[in-house]
């Protein structure tokens, strides 16, 4: 218990340390002529020099760029404060830290309290004022000849093992990191402590084997580092994880904690005041209590773990178990579930993160000679990639393998009292593992009865693809028609992968909507796509993800029958074929409306139609058994549309903390007076109908 009151004391010192910082990061963006600016929305010049990766992330229209940067100059007056850039315009993903850009903005008081002097909504393309920086251009070059190197390797080992090297999560399958993210993985996705210990613990070990003594060895360690951080970008995540894995690796390796813990605390106090943004990063958070934990209950349990089992084993279990608890109250504070699989699957994808980082950084130079040697040197990077994948999707698979926490990380904190408490006292862990063997013969025998996933006899589920919409009707044993693609690949593909869906008979587009439309990708990953049938106002922008597939327009008054399933059209009301110059509520309002009929069930599927269309399309509206209600249940529905379906179950495919404000509280009003138990996949994730005796009823899946 000491030495959980230690990294206690150590989460203190960085509270105390981040408060100044913040401090003083506040009054620098709250005060100057930026923020007054942003109060007033003006349209200003902007110099700026961007200061990390864009960040792409799909809206309901488009793709929009997130570019964090330094604004330099505003309206001809010099500043310099940290600002953030919104763009639309696909040639802001090409950008590179260092750079210095030009551009019209619109100011804006940034949202949810971030310690930025304005978020700004760029016009058009940037207009570059310069290349990048030799250390930038460095480090981009070895990115490009990793990736290179892993061209050939499968989809998801090119995906995770430049991840793992140097950070570079862009061909990462968004399905695929949320897997990790259950498992307790996610941290080796990023640039950490631990791939810089790998580095120093490779790097002193060369120096040792050719006979390097005490007085080199850390040079040239030490130069590691910074060539580690320059490749990887030096960003203030990096700088953090370089300062991080050197403590702890060093503590580790001298067995002297004691004195890491003041360097630790040093460390902290400097980072916050270079970086005080920092002061409300959860990774630095996170970072730092997975350190003190390495730091302060990784040795003990070492040595004790030593005496009942081999000492390579026991050093991977003490640290993998010491950063897991460590972290585990942080993470219950901020997502609310607590992982249960998280140090079994690190104990067993261990073995391999130190050969898929240490061949992926030799592929990575071994290119800049020659491409094919370097295809060599990563191809058995590739099968320790494929384990870990093996093991993320394994455990995040198992059932319970994260839980959702009440009460936070105070109870969190008192179970693991009373579990100490418990493991000193001989008589209760008698006591304990009599009702913990009840409770895991109780635990199997509900599994046993309990239907899994996909459940049997589905009929209709409606993916968790965040805000969009991605529907999966079956028609059969791995087949089944889709009603829109989501916004993200990687989502609707680990939902058709999870309902074991091998071939799609046909892909209903309803709108031509980023939401609905650009996880075509992840539709057909894999998969035979018999057809595609889209509304007859289209404006063709989806044709550019649809090439080689046979195309249908659907039209009112059509019927389309694949196996026992009946889809009926309805909408949409006639209309002009859209153009770019429409805005979303024209678009919306082009949706298909559809009936989707089999033995036992019927659907209205709603597209995204709104006030207007709904009004056309009510006196022709059937009652149907489930409402997948319109336009992740925005204001803008009309009651006779809605009651005229009568319907008891209602789905809202819609995406956690939207910007939206979807569901709106009115449209929940409304489908409460209808009588409909409401289903959201935002709460619910996954969200199945399924064929009973008594109808259809309901399960999900988180």
Not at 190 to 199: E, H, P, W
Not at 263 to 269: E, R
Request: charged content about 20%; some cysteine.
């Amino acid at each position: 218990m000491r030495r959980i009151g230690v990294i206690a004391g150590v989460v203190l010192a960085c509270v105390a340390a981040s408060s100044a910082g913040a401090g003083m990061r506040v009054a620098a963006v709250e005060g100057g002529p930026v923020r007054e600016m942003a109060r007033a929305e003006r349209v200003v010049e902007l110099e700026a020099v961007v200061t990390g990766e864009p960040q792409a992330t799909a809206t309901a229209r488009r793709p929009v760029f997130l570019v964090r940067a330094r604004a330099e100059v505003v309206q001809r007056t010099r500043v310099r404060v940290p600002v953030l850039l919104i763009a639309a315009d696909p040639r802001w993903s090409g950008l590179v830290p260092s750079q210095r850009v030009r551009s019209t903005a619109r100011l804006d008081v940034p949202r949810h309290g971030e310690l930025l002097a304005a978020a700004a909504v760029v016009r058009g393309p940037p207009r570059v004022l310069g290349s990048p920086s030799r250390a930038q251009r460095a480090a981009e070059s070895v990115r490009t000849k990793l990736r290179q190197a892993v061209e050939r390797l499968p989809d998801d080992q090119r995906g995770v093992l430049p991840g793992m090297v140097v950070g570079d999560t862009s061909r990462l399958d968004d399905a695929l990191a949320e897997d990790f993210r259950t498992a307790g993985l996610s941290h080796l996705l990023v640039v950490s402590g631990a791939n810089l210990a790998i580095v120093i613990g490779a790097v002193l070990a060369a120096c040792r084997f050719a006979g390097l003594g005490r007085r080199w060895s850390p040079l040239v360690a030490g130069l590691a580092v910074i060539g580690f951080v320059l490749v990887a970008r030096p960003e203030p995540s990096v700088l953090r994880a370089a300062v991080m894995g050197t403590i702890g690796l060093l503590a580790l390796l001298s067995g002297r904690e004691r004195q890491g813990l003041p360097a630790l605390c040093a460390a902290v106090i400097v980072l916050v005041l270079v970086d005080p943004s920092l002061a409300r990063s959860y990774g630095f958070a996170l970072s730092v209590v997975a350190t003190a934990g390495l730091l302060v209950l990784a040795p003990p349990w070492r040595e004790r773990l030593r005496r009942r089992m081999p000492g390579f084993l026991a050093d991977a279990l003490a640290v993998a178990a010491a950063a897991q608890i460590a972290v585990s109250p942080l993470l219950v504070t901020l997502s609310g579930e607590l992982g249960l699989v998280a140090i079994l699957a690190n104990l067993l994808a261990a073995p391999a993160v130190a050969p898929a980082t240490l061949l992926g950084a030799l592929a990575a130079l071994v290119a800049f000679v020659s491409l094919p040697l370097a295809r060599l040197v990563v191809w058995p990077a590739g099968l320790a990639v494929g384990w870990i994948v093996w093991i993320a999707r394994a455990a995040a698979d198992l059932p319970f393998a994260s839980v959702v926490w009440p009460g936070g990380a105070f109870t969190l904190l008192l179970t693991g009292v009373a579990a100490y408490a418990v493991l000193r006292w001989r008589p209760a862990r008698l006591v304990c593992a009599a009702l913990v063997t009840g409770v895991l013969v109780a635990f199997v025998g509900l599994r046993c009865t309990a239907p899994g996933w996909p459940p049997r006899d589905w009929m209709l589920v409606a993916c968790d693809v965040g805000q969009g919409d991605g529907l999966v009707l079956s028609v059969g044993e791995g087949r089944a028609v889709v009603v829109d693609a989501g916004p993200d690949p990687g989502l609707i593909d680990g939902c058709l992968r999870r309902l074991d869906v091998r071939g799609v008979a046909m892909l209903v587009l309803t709108h031509p909507h980023a939401d609905h439309v650009d996880g075509v990708a992840g539709v057909r990953r894999g998969r035979a796509v018999d057809m595609v049938l889209t509304t007859p106002r289209t404006s063709g922008k989806e044709t550019r993800l649809l090439g080689g597939l046979p195309v249908q327009v659907a039209g009112p008054g059509q019927e389309w029958t694949v196996g026992e399933l009946t889809l009926s059209i309805l909408g949409p009301p006639d209309g002009p074929r859209l153009t770019s110059d429409d805005d979303g509520t024209a678009i919306n309002n082009a949706s298909i409306v559809m009936v989707a009929r089999r033995p036992g069930f019927s659907a209205l599927l709603a597209g995204d139609v709104e006030t207007e269309a709904q009004q056309s399309l009510a006196p022709g509206v059937p009652p149907v058994q489930v409402l997948k209600v319109a336009h992740h249940g925005s204001r803008r529905q009309d009651p006779a549309f809605t009651l005229a379906t009568r319907a008891k179950i209602s789905i809202i495919s819609v995406g956690r903390d939207n910007d939206y404000g979807h569901p709106s509280p009115p449209t929940m009003a409304l489908l409460h007076r209808l009588g409909a138990r409401v289903h959201r996949t935002d709460e619910r994730g996954d969200v199945a109908v399924i064929r009973t005796s008594r109808g259809p009823a309901t399960l999900t899946r988180r």
